[in-house]
């Protein structure tokens, strides 16, 4: 599989100001194949250390903090040749090893010419600890499931992906184009973006198979609930990881404490809720009143909404049964449009440089769905599932906000194209997000 995170990483190893790196992730988003496969393609050798599987390995760290006395001890207990500027060092699963964490530092200060990365399966809980951490010795790459265009070029579809990446104007596809990709995009709703459930379906092509890694991923990330520091956190995780479809399904897709236990209260589930945001299961998005720069300023606090951080996995979790795909667009307006917009924020993350924020008012109700900031500009996003594409909601936005919207976005089924000061994406162009911004900006 290709990955586009893998040219990030070759910009990593060229660049002079190259520090250690931290991969941050989800569980079975691919972190450990990449650094293998990077390794294999642009080094003479990986040295590949896992911390969970080799517990030993922490006594090099926890003697000295001289690394090097520590690259020759690694490379004797492992059998593997560590040659500074020629091997990649791989230090995985380091999220329970402050030690190994903070040598980043050394590796930083003292060998720079070593090519240090390392990864973990719940590395942004430890982040998130109040521990000793090397501020400004490491470079950090997010690593997210795949993209619509990386599955299009698994599954033998790289002609629709070179299709989309080439497009350098806002204008109607071609059917040519559009139906295969509007296709595509059903099964992409299936399978999600975990490449182990990707390549199941390219080795297999059985929606069985996909529902039985699907279920193994969720398995793996409930029995990581038990990895929490403090027992009794364990039955709220799961209440609340439970509740998520519910949560989505409702038209006003608030979070809400008492939907995921009669009677909770925020103070005690806010706890797990973070827990859930730090490990990369889920992101949280903050109602704003007010459009301003910075968006996180004008945060309600009070009021979000919670996304999973894969469609396929949502899809999953929610018992939806694949055999909807093949009914026209029911996929994608089913479970009240819940999995469009999951795949619609889960497109935007990698594309900006935070999470989006949604606008809300009351009485009477309006809703836009995402809200983000672009530059220096800030953009309402409606998600449309369907090719119905009437909203009251980001109409009051731009009235209400005149002089602050330049440009208003919708997702939907339809076409590429300009309605006005509307930009038209359809959805299986959102990963292209940003890019056909930036060409509607310019046509403005």
């Known amino acids: 599989m290709e990955r586009t995170a893998m040219q990030q990483l070759i910009g990593w190893k060229e660049s002079p100001y190259r520090k250690p790196l931290i991969i941050k992730g989800v569980r079975q988003v691919g972190k450990t194949w990449l650094l293998k496969e990077f390794g294999r393609r642009y080094y003479d050798n990986v040295a590949y250390f896992n911390f969970d599987e080799n517990p030993e390995y922490r006594d090099f760290f926890a003697t000295t903090k001289d690394v090097r006395r520590i690259i020759p001890n690694l490379a004797m207990a492992g059998g593997q040749d560590i040659t500074a500027g020629k091997t990649l060092v791989v230090f995985d699963e380091i999220q329970d090893c402050p030690e190994v964490l903070n040598s980043l530092k050394y590796f930083c200060e003292n060998v720079p010419e070593y090519h240090v990365a390392s990864a973990g399966s719940l590395l942004g809980i430890a982040l998130a600890k109040p521990t000793s951490f090397p501020v400004g010795k490491v470079d950090f790459l997010a690593m997210y499931p795949m993209t619509f265009q990386e599955f299009l070029m698994a599954t033998g579809s790289g002609n629709l992906a070179a299709y989309l990446n080439q497009i350098e104007e806002i204008a109607p596809l071609p059917e040519a184009f559009f139906n295969p990709l509007a296709e595509k995009l059903k099964m992409y709703f299936v399978t999600g973006g975990m490449p182990e459930v990707v390549n199941r379906w390219v080795e297999t092509q059985s929606v069985g198979q996909v529902q039985s890694v699907l279920m193994d991923i969720i398995n793996a990330y409930e029995r990581d609930f038990m990895k929490h520091p403090?027992?009794?956190?364990?039955?709220?995780?799961?209440?609340?990881?439970?509740?998520?479809?519910?949560?989505?399904?409702?038209?006003?897709?608030?979070?809400?404490?008492?939907?995921?236990?009669?009677?909770?209260?925020?103070?005690?589930?806010?706890?797990?809720?973070?827990?859930?945001?730090?490990?990369?299961?889920?992101?949280?998005?903050?109602?704003?009143?007010?459009?301003?720069?910075?968006?996180?300023?004008?945060?309600?606090?009070?009021?979000?909404?919670?996304?999973?951080?894969?469609?396929?996995?949502?899809?999953?979790?929610?018992?939806?049964?694949?055999?909807?795909?093949?009914?026209?667009?029911?996929?994608?307006?089913?479970?009240?449009?819940?999995?469009?917009?999951?795949?619609?924020?889960?497109?935007?993350?990698?594309?900006?440089?935070?999470?989006?924020?949604?606008?809300?008012?009351?009485?009477?109700?309006?809703?836009?769905?995402?809200?983000?900031?672009?530059?220096?500009?800030?953009?309402?996003i409606e998600v449309k599932s369907d090719t119905n594409i009437k909203s009251r909601s980001l109409k009051k936005y731009a009235e209400t906000f005149s002089s602050q919207t330049k440009l208003r976005v919708r997702f939907s089924m339809n076409n590429l194209r300009m309605d006005d000061e509307v930009l038209n994406i359809p959805l299986f162009m959102a990963d292209v997000a940003d890019k056909l911004i930036r060409l509607a900006m310019k046509n403005l």
């Open 230 to 380: 403090e027992t009794k956190e364990y039955p709220k995780l799961s209440r609340i990881w439970n509740s998520l479809p519910s949560q989505l399904a409702r038209e006003n897709k608030k979070f809400l404490y008492s939907a995921v236990k009669e009677g909770a209260r925020a103070r005690e589930y806010e706890d797990a809720l973070e827990w859930l945001v730090n490990a990369a299961l889920v992101y949280k998005t903050f109602r704003i009143t007010t459009p301003g720069i910075p968006l996180s300023g004008y945060e309600d606090l009070s009021a979000f909404k919670i996304y999973l951080a894969d469609v396929g996995v949502l899809r999953r979790l929610a018992k939806l049964d694949p055999v909807a795909f093949r009914e026209g667009n029911r996929l994608f307006t089913e479970f009240k449009g819940a999995l469009t917009e999951n795949f619609v924020l889960q497109s935007l993350v990698p594309q900006f440089d935070a999470a989006p924020h949604y606008w809300s008012r009351l009485n009477p109700s309006y809703e836009v769905d995402f809200v983000i900031q672009h530059e220096n500009d800030i953009i309402p």
